[in-house]
C-alpha cells in the first residue's frame, strides 16, 4: 500500500481519544492506478477482521475519494528496525528465531484455519513493535485459498518473490500454501542477507544460520510438493538442536500462557528468569517482561521471586519510567509481612535507592523498614541495619537523629548476635557525618565506648575503629579525657588484632595532641568539625577509609555467605578461632552463624 507524504513511509501519531501511539498507512487515489487502488482496498477489508497476535492489529480506518487510510498499533517497518540495529552489532539469531516463529505462526493461522493466502511475504510486509514483535501485514494480494483469480494483480517489483511454478505452469503445482512457504524462504534470505535483487540470489545462503538451512533449503525447493505446512516448519525447527529451539523461544511462549500456568510454574519461570536476561534484548525486556512482571506481583501470587528481574530490567528505563512503573511496587512491597520480600528489598536497596524522594522514604519507607530492627529473625536485623547506609542521607531530622538513633542504642546494647551489635557499630561510624552536631555529640563516644567492651571481638575492633573514622568530630579535651582513656584498656585486649588496632587509634589521637601542645593556634582548625553541620561521607579523612578496611579484614575470618543465602563459618584464622572456623561465641546455641541466611559482618563492612 502507497502511504503520504512519501510513498511507503509510515507516521506516528497519538490517537486522540487515549493519547497512545499508533501508525497511520494512508494510500493516495490516482487516476489510472485501479490495481493499487484495489490492492489498498483489499488491504483495508482484510485488516478490519482478521484478529490474531501476530498480525498487525487494527486500531481504526477510514475511506475517502482521495485517499484511504489504516490505523494500526505502533510499529516500525522491520527493514527500517533492522538497520536501526546495525550501529549496535545487528540484530542478533535469537531475536530472528522468535521473529520467524511469529511470521509462521501468522501464516498457520492464515492457511490452516482461515483457509486463505497471504500472497505477499517479504521484508516490506513484517513489522516490528516496541517490544521487538514481529507482526504480518502487507495484506494487499491476500486471497481465499481456491481462488486466486480473486487476488488484486501484483506489481512487478514483486514478481520476484513468486516462486518457480508461478511462472512456469508446465511445474507440478504444489500444495495450497506452497507459495507463501517459498516467500517465507525470501523473506529469510532477506532478514539474513539484505534485500533480495534477483531469485537467483537465494541459490546462496550467505549468513542464513546453518541450524536453519536445512529448512530454508525446502522452502526455496523447486518442488511445491516438498515445502511443508507452516505448522510442520515450526514442529522441524522446534526440534532439539533446531534453530527455534533455544530459550528466548521458550521464554516468549512460556510468557504468551502465562495466565493459565499454575502458580508452581510461574514460580519457577521467575526465579530462573534473571539469569537470561542479559542476553535477551532491551526492547523485549522492557515493554514484554516487565508489564509480566508487575502484574505477576499484582495480581498474582509471585512475591519476592520478581524482584531480581525487576530491578535488573529497571536498569533499561530512564528516572521517569523508573519512577512511574517500578517505585509504586517498591513502596507497597515494602509494606508487605512477607520477610522473603522484605529481606531482598533491603538486599537489592543500592538497585533503587536513587530513585526515592525524601519524602516517599520517611513517610512511607522508613516506618515499614524500623519494625526490622526488632523483628525476630537476625537475618531481617542484619539487613535493616544494612539499609541504614543507603537510608541515612534521605531520612529527616527526626526519623535520622532520634528514632534510628533509639533502635541503634538497642541494638547495639542489647542484640543476642554479636555480628548484628558488630555492624550496627560499624554502621553508626559510617552514617556519623549526617548527624547533627549535638547527636553527634550524645551519641559517639558512649557508643563506641560500649562496644569495646563487647564480649564479640569483632564489636570491640568496630568501637576502635569507629573512634578512629570519626576522629574529627570530637573536641580536644574529649579526646584526650574521654576516649585516650578507654582506648588505653583495649590495649590489654584478649585479640591481638584489637590490640593493633588500639594502639594505631591511640597513636593518632595522641599526634594531634601533640600538634596542638606544639602549636595551640593549630586548635580551631583540628576542631573546625566539631560543630559543623552535617555533611556527606568521606569528607571525614583518610581514617575513615582506613576503619573499614580494618574492621572488614578481621572480621572476614569469622563469618561468610554461602552461595546457597545461609551463612558458613570461614576457615579458621588465628589462635583464638574454632575448628570450626566460628568464633567462641557464633558456636553457642542460636546465636548468628547458626541462624543467619547470610553474613552478618563481612557483606556489610564494604
Not at 113 to 120: F, G
Not at 531 to 539: K, L, Q, V
Not at 577 to 595: D, H, L, R
Request: hydrophobic share 40%; net charge neutral; charged share 20%.
Amino acid at each position: 500500500m502507497e502511504r503520504l507524504p512519501e510513498r511507503r513511509k509510515e507516521w506516528e501519531r497519538r490517537r486522540k481519544a487515549s493519547g497512545d501511539p499508533v501508525s497511520v498507512f494512508a494510500y493516495e487515489i490516482r487516476p489510472g492506478a485501479e490495481e493499487e487502488t484495489q490492492a489498498a482496498k483489499s488491504a483495508l477489508k482484510r485488516i478490519k477482521t482478521l484478529r490474531h497476535p501476530n498480525i498487525l492489529a487494527y486500531v481504526d480506518g477510514l475511506e475517502t475519494d482521495k485517499c484511504l487510510y489504516i490505523v494500526t498499533e505502533p510499529v516500525t517497518s522491520l527493514g527500517v528496525y533492522i538497520k536501526s540495529r546495525a550501529d549496535t552489532g545487528g540484530i542478533s539469531e535469537l531475536e530472528i528465531s522468535w521473529g520467524l516463529h511469529q511470521v509462521v505462526k501468522a501464516l498457520s493461522f492464515l492457511t490452516n484455519d482461515c483457509n486463505l493466502i497471504h500472497n505477499n511475504v517479504y521484508m516490506s510486509a513484517v513489522f516490528v513493535d516496541r517490544a521487538g514483535e514481529w507482526k504480518l501485514g502487507g495484506l494487499d494480494y491476500m486471497y481465499a485459498a481456491g481462488s486466486e483469480e480473486s487476488a488484486p494483480k501484483k506489481g512487478p517489483e514483486l514478481e520476484k518473490y513468486n516462486p518457480p511454478e508461478k511462472s512456469d505452469r508446465s511445474k507440478t503445482s504444489g500444495e495450497k500454501w506452497s507459495a507463501d512457504m517459498w516467500c517465507l524462504g525470501c523473506l529469510i534470505w532477506e532478514v539474513c542477507n539484505g534485500s533480495l535483487p534477483r531469485p537467483t540470489a537465494l541459490r546462496s545462503l550467505g549468513k542464513i544460520p546453518k541450524s536453519l538451512v536445512p529448512h530454508y533449503c525446502e522452502l526455496v525447493g523447486a518442488n511445491p510438493k516438498i515445502r511443508p505446512n507452516p505448522a510442520r516448519f515450526l514442529q522441524n525447527c522446534r526440534a532439539p538442536g533446531g534453530f527455534l529451539s533455544n530459550i528466548f523461544v521458550e521464554t516468549n511462549l512460556f510468557l504468551e500462557e502465562i495466565q493459565i500456568k499454575d502458580p508452581a510454574e510461574r514460580q519457577s519461570f521467575f526465579e530462573q528468569l534473571s539469569e537470561h536476561l542479559d542476553s535477551f534484548p532491551e526492547d523485549f525486556c522492557r515493554h514484554k517482561i516487565l508489564p509480566q512482571l508487575l502484574t505477576a506481583f499484582e495480581f498474582g501470587s509471585a512475591g519476592a521471586v520478581i524482584l531480581t528481574p525487576l530491578f535488573k530490567i529497571g536498569k533499561f528505563l530512564n528516572a521517569d519510567e523508573y519512577q512511574q512503573k517500578i517505585i509504586p511496587i517498591i513502596v507497597k512491597m515494602f509494606s508487605s509481612t512477607d520477610r522473603a520480600m522484605r529481606i531482598r528489598l533491603l538486599q537489592q536497596m543500592e538497585n533503587f535507592i536513587q530513585y526515592l524522594n525524601e519524602p516517599t522514604v520517611n513517610s512511607q519507607i522508613f516506618p515499614h523498614v524500623v519494625h526490622g530492627f526488632t523483628d525476630t529473625n537476625p537475618a531481617i536485623r542484619e539487613q535493616t541495619v544494612k539499609s541504614m547506609l543507603l537510608l541515612a542521607p534521605k531520612l529527616n531530622e527526626n526519623n535520622l537523629n532520634v528514632e534510628l538513633m533509639k533502635h541503634f542504642a538497642r541494638l547495639q546494647a542489647r542484640d543476642d548476635q554479636g555480628p548484628i551489635r558488630c555492624n550496627t557499630t560499624v554502621c553508626l561510624g559510617k552514617i556519623a557525618s549526617y548527624l547533627n552536631p549535638t547527636t553527634r555529640q550524645r551519641v559517639l563516644i558512649s557508643a563506641f565506648s560500649r562496644a569495646t567492651k563487647d564480649p564479640f571481638s569483632p564489636s570491640r575492633a568496630a568501637g576502635v575503629l569507629g573512634f578512629a573514622a570519626t576522629h574529627n568530630f570530637y573536641s580536644m579535651n574529649d579526646c584526650a579525657g574521654k576516649i585516650l582513656p578507654v582506648l588505653c584498656v583495649v590495649t590489654m585486649d584478649p585479640e591481638k588484632s584489637v590490640r593493633d588496632q588500639a594502639f594505631k587509634a591511640i597513636r593518632s589521637f595522641l599526634e594531634k595532641l601533640e600538634a596542638i601542645s606544639e602549636d595551640p593556634a593549630q586548635l580551631a582548625e583540628l576542631e573546625k568539625d566539631v560543630h559543623a553541620a552535617s555533611t556527606s561521607p568521606g569528607i571525614v579523612g583518610g581514617w575513615a577509609g582506613w576503619a573499614v578496611t580494618g574492621v572488614s579484614s578481621l572480621t572476614s575470618k569469622f563469618i561468610r555467605t554461602s552461595p546457597s543465602g545461609g551463612s558458613e563459618p570461614a576457615p579458621a584464622a588465628g589462635p583464638s578461632v574454632p575448628a570450626t572456623g566460628a568464633p567462641a561465641e557464633a558456636t553457642k546455641p542460636g546465636n548468628c552463624s547458626a541462624i543467619l541466611p547470610s553474613s552478618c559482618v563481612p557483606s556489610f563492612v564494604l
